[in-house]
């Protein structure tokens, strides 16, 4: 049996949107990935972590374009201090968004990432948050991806879950990757105490 991993301040859930998780588009096993992903918020939001939703801004005609069926996010938002959706235009997280200041505001330094597509936004949004120093932990099956499709001359088709191994393994040895989402913990991050008050001197959200 895995052991539970030490406590992380923030879940960041990337891309869970309806284009991605439902319909003839949806990811293998859509289902266990939208459980798992619902375990994790819950338990994140019972131990008063920042929850931060990415929500991609695909680009005209695509299945994620903007204020179309397929952008919204799958999982209901709990907006408040603790929790937020920050839209993304591209794969990373962090690139052309609020992602950074947000964490720092709460005080984050470590964090969990969950969503799709393992080997896009989420390997790249892993990849900037250990390139700026947050420890990052990535469990094996709260993040998916599409098979990669055959080319004639090039290969054959790659299943979704070796593709979603192998971003993890690319992301190398600092990324922690855990077996079950059911082993990652939550606490407040570093500027927010258990109550959900914020110390004297920590602006507020």
């Known amino acids: 049996m895995s052991n539970p991993v030490p406590p992380v301040g923030a ?4 891309d869970v949107q309806s284009a991605f998780v439902t319909g003839a588009g949806a990811v293998p096993d859509a289902a266990r990935l939208v459980d798992r992903t619902a375990g994790l918020l819950a338990r994140a939001r019972a131990a008063g972590a920042l929850v931060v939703h990415l929500q991609n801004d695909g680009p005209p005609g695509a299945e994620d374009e903007p204020h179309t069926a397929g952008w919204e996010l799958h999982h209901p938002v709990e907006e408040g201090p603790s929790e937020a959706v920050v839209r993304k235009p591209h794969d990373d997280g962090f690139a052309e968004t609020g992602l ?12 969990a990432v969950c969503g799709v597509m393992s080997e896009m936004c989420v390997q790249a ?5 250990l390139a700026l120093d947050y420890r990052v932990v990535l469990p094996h099956d709260a993040h998916a991806t599409q098979d990669i499709p055959p080319v004639p001359g090039l290969g054959d088709r790659v299943p979704a879950a070796v593709v979603s191994r192998v971003a993890e393994w690319a992301l190398g040895s600092d ?3 855990v077996p079950r989402a059911a082993d990652v913990t939550f606490g407040p991050p570093a500027g927010r105490s258990p109550a959900g008050e914020r110390p004297s001197g920590v602006p507020s959200a």
Do not use: D, K
């Not at 879940?11 to 990337?14: A, C, D, Q, T």
């Open 11 to 14: 879940l960041i859930v990337v």
């Open 100 to 111: 950074g200041e947000l964490l720092g505001r709460h005080g984050v330094r470590a964090l």
């Open 125 to 129: 949004t892993a990849r900037t948050a």
């Open 175 to 177: 990324v922690e990757v």
